[in-house]
């Protein structure tokens, strides 16, 4: 399931991201998915602080999760990354979370997928821009899209 | 676009709650979702804490979020909340949110749409159960479904 | 121990911010402290929004809590607000949470106590600017300070 | 200032943690306290989820902050910390944290510091219990207390 992805970045559960059933509450996911975005923008060689310096913002339009199991306090999150298609100011991410096993005993635990669409626009008016050509490129280089 | 929602709440955008584009965080939005699940419960007789206490929890399987306006600090929303559809162990949730207007002279504005899909688990093993029936009928009744 | 403040606000527990211990996540009282100052400078008469347009913050320089008994899902709090001093550039806010009892039988249990100290910032290059003196006065006429 | 500090843990500001103001929200630093204290107690020897398997809960009785300069999204934060004190059931953590320089051109920035009182309650009812002697003893070994 996570064998076209050809990124990944990790993170561990904050006692802050558990809710009262012990779990981590649904929407924080959201958050795992930003961190996810930001390092693959990096692994390609970009930072978004960069990009709002420019004069942009990619702005989510639509965002969804699907949740198979329940992640905890203190589990080590592999969060799968990957952008599917690249339009004129819209592309998308999609997410693959598994729990990674303590120990080789256990195995990997599928957690959660989703998905957002992001919009580059003008910082000063949120209306829509063309995504800049070298993220452009950098993006279809290393997808193969 | 609301017509057919029979209940609605409403909450006051938190500064914690924006980010540094100065807009509401896209994440946030299912915290607002939970705020208004809460208050629809309430609104037909039932305290989730009680459905808690008889064992079982809702537990979010999908969630799925369209943004259409950003919203910022201070504004006041309206989270327009139902059900479409209840079956053996799950049911759903439609969300419809608008930013009221201040003053007479502006019109509200749409903000943002989703939905979740709930499980009612067993609250020690997270496996389905089937959901009260007296809730089941609650909101069945409530919504003419 | 709160016979000294004159001014409250009011909210209700989110699943969000409690934890897996079931109880309200240490770090979320300060965002109840923020909504206590937002609808504390709304009682006397100002937006907060208005005061950034006018090209300050309120940045925090200080925060701190005290912790009580745990507050949970749902409940009903009560976050008592003052203004003890206000000096040049900078002015503190006490807050003192109680949990509201929801019926006669019961008492209110006292939460949490904290403070927080604001400074006045140019928002370009947020060095300390003299408070303005319209909302000096509001606060000293209200607080009698 | 960091000269007594044993242990410091690392984190990156994720977008999420920003507010309007374009920097940390105040209140979001007491959640880097708490991946800080997780981190510490794991150097020692210790997971923090055992702990509570054993029938503890720490909870925190008191936390303060002060903050000394804005950090903001992606800043390289670094979380120095330490216990200062253990009593009967109750200790200490301080923290103090620096924006860590992005080339060696640059200086390290301090951010803000604090510290929490933590109390080693019984999971069930909340009433303090002594906190587990092994721990008690890597802590005072560790710090030299």
């Known amino acids: 399931m996570t064998d076209n ?23 924080k996911y959201f958050v795992f998915f930003e961190v996810a975005r930001t390092e693959y923008l990096k692994n390609i060689g970009y930072n978004y602080t ?7 913002y990619f702005v989510v339009a639509e965002s969804n999760c699907k949740y ?4 905890r306090y203190d589990d080590d999150l592999r969060i799968f ?6 339009k004129n100011s819209s592309f998308n991410f999609v997410y693959h979370i598994i729990k990674t096993a303590k120990n080789e005993t256990l195995s990997d635990v599928k957690i ?6 992001l919009v580059c626009v003008d910082n000063t ?3 829509p821009r063309r995504i800049p050509e070298y993220l452009r490129k950098a993006i279809q280089d290393f997808e193969q899209i």
Chains 1, 2, 3, 4 share one sequence.
Not at 14 to 27: L, P
Not at 50 to 56: A, M, N
Not at 112 to 117: L, R
């Open 50 to 56: 960069d990009i709002e310096k420019e004069g942009f």
């Open 5 to 27: 992805f050809k990124f990944y970045t990790e993170l561990k559960v904050r006692y802050e991201e558990t809710d009262a059933m012990s779990v981590v509450y649904y929407g």
């Open 68 to 71: 198979y199991n329940p992640a």
């Open 112 to 117: 959660a997928s989703g998905s957002t669409v």
């Open 81 to 86: 990354t990957r952008v599917e298609y690249i």
């Open 125 to 127: 008016d949120f209306k």
